[in-house]
């Protein structure tokens, strides 16, 4: 016996029926994306590890512990596999100059890789759909974002997603801060733990986003941020506010909102639920205005999201979203071997109209009795069974029979004329 081999550890298989879930997913996405006139990008998975390590910080989790680095045996090239898109966009936008001729309106989607404890809503492979305005400097982009993100929690029907807030001002804000959050710290470092007393001097933001809940207390009396900001930092602030109040997106300001990647600047957010315990940010973005600069393009402003999709359809499922499954709308019923050159015929035509068509196929015993065909036309979830029998085929015709509304109603189409009658078998979910 060979041995049996697995998928790595952390990394999943996307099988029917919850592969339909997905579809429909980023059906609704696809559309959505279009409304709001972003355009679909599509990068490499694999990068220069050095494009991560500029573009998210070398002082984060994701550079520090979870990146698929490796080396290109042949020649040497040091790689790492996606651990997220924001960073392999930009630097596709600084290669291509995509913002020559003004600001860009983007989103991607696709698999990002992270080594991380495998629990639910975390994986080592998982995917995410993002979206990102390039180019565009005032609160109000950052305000069409968090629409476009209400809007698809809209469509899905999710309603247990709630929205806080935050700025994190610029840098000589953050850094007056920093200075009175280290003091902070230090008064109390008898409460942190061994990574937040490693971080302390080198990124102390980074200690207010510990998931240690003995760290707590110590994280929750720590000067705040956002008493820093300056005049125009609380401008656009305000500016996002009013657009969000305008539009009856609700939201809180949780001032320890810091995001668990370097590069951000004034407005952060996040979509956060109570459903899926540990694992409870959907949906984390923000401005990152200085980021384009860090790996090598000319300065322009940009902001954008990143939503899980793993724990976005986990929270479809949780809430009980009925999700559409793709059943054919046909079964195709073939007693005998002599008729399948006109029964494929027949289905090909249906398909060209439209029809969802699943024709019987046989096994190594042939193609079965017309009892197990039925059988097998139920299990399917069709709509209708065609019977292409030879007393029908015969008369140039094919029995049509009803499995679900009306099961057992029998009507007979003429096999010449299919185009006539090929849309009365459509189910309304699958007629365009
Ligand atoms: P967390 O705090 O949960 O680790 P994060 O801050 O690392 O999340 P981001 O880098 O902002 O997450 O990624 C955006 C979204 O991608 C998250 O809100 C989450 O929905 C999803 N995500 C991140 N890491 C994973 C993972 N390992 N498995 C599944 N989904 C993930
Ligand atoms: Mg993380």
Not at 50 to 67: C, N, W
Not at 172 to 186: C, G, Q, T
Not at 256 to 264: K, M, N, Q, S, T
Request: net charge negative; hydrophobic share 45%.
């Amino acid at each position: 016996m060979v041995d049996k081999l697995n998928a790595v550890k952390g990394m999943n298989d996307i099988l029917p029926p919850d592969s339909a879930r997905w579809e429909w997913l980023e059906a609704i996405v696809r559309e959505l994306m279009a409304r709001y006139a972003y355009r679909n990008v599509r990068t490499p998975i694999v990068e220069h590890t050095a494009l991560f390590v500029r573009g998210i910080g070398e002082v984060t989790d994701i550079v520090e512990k979870e990146m698929y680095s490796f080396e290109d045996k042949l020649n040497g090239e040091k790689l790492t596999l996606r651990p997220e898109g924001t960073a392999s966009l930009m630097r596709a936008v600084i290669e291509h100059s995509m913002l020559y001729d003004g600001g860009k309106r983007l989103w991607y989607s696709g698999p990002m890789f992270r080594h991380e404890r495998p629990q639910r809503g975390r994986y080592r492979q998982f995917h995410q759909i993002g979206a990102e305005a390039l180019g565009f400097a005032g609160p109000e982009v950052d305000a069409e974002l968090i629409l476009l993100a209400a809007a698809l929690w809209k469509a899905i029907g999710l309603t247990d997603v709630r929205l806080e807030l935050n700025s994190l001002g610029q840098p000589p804000e953050r850094a007056l801060h920093r200075a009175e959050l280290i003091k902070h710290f230090e008064a109390h470092a008898s409460l942190l733990d061994e990574e937040a007393k490693r971080r302390l001097h080198s990124n102390p933001l980074r200690v207010l986003d510990t998931k240690n809940p003995a760290m707590k207390d110590v994280v929750e009396s720590a000067p705040k941020l956002i008493d820093f900001l300056g005049p125009e930092s609380l401008a656009h602030f305000d500016g996002l506010r009013a657009i969000l109040d305008a539009n009856g997106i609700a939201y809180t300001i949780n001032p320890r909102l810091v995001r668990g990647l370097d590069y951000y600047n004034l407005t952060v957010f996040e979509f956060v639920t109570d459903r899926l315990g540990a694992q409870g940010t959907v949906c984390g973005g923000g401005r990152y205005d200085d980021l384009i600069v860090q790996i090598g393009g000319k300065a322009a402003p940009a902001v954008g999201w990143a939503l899980g999709i793993e724990r976005v359809l986990a929270l479809v499922e949780e809430q009980g979203t009925a999700v559409p499954l793709p059943v054919p709308d046909v079964y195709a019923v073939v007693p005998d071997a002599s008729a399948m050159p006109v029964a494929l015929r027949t289905l090909q035509r249906l398909r060209d109209a439209g029809v969802r068509v699943q024709m019987h196929a046989g096994t190594a015993d042939g193609l079965g009795s017309f009892k197990s065909q039925f059988k097998k036309a139920d299990a399917s979830g069709a709509l209708h069974a065609l019977v292409f029998g030879a007393d029908e085929l015969a008369r140039g015709e094919v029995t049509v029979k009803a499995l679900r509304d009306g099961a057992g109603a029998q009507t007979m189409r003429a096999l010449d004329e299919v185009a006539a009658w090929a849309s009365t078998l459509q189910s309304p979910a699958t007629k365009d």
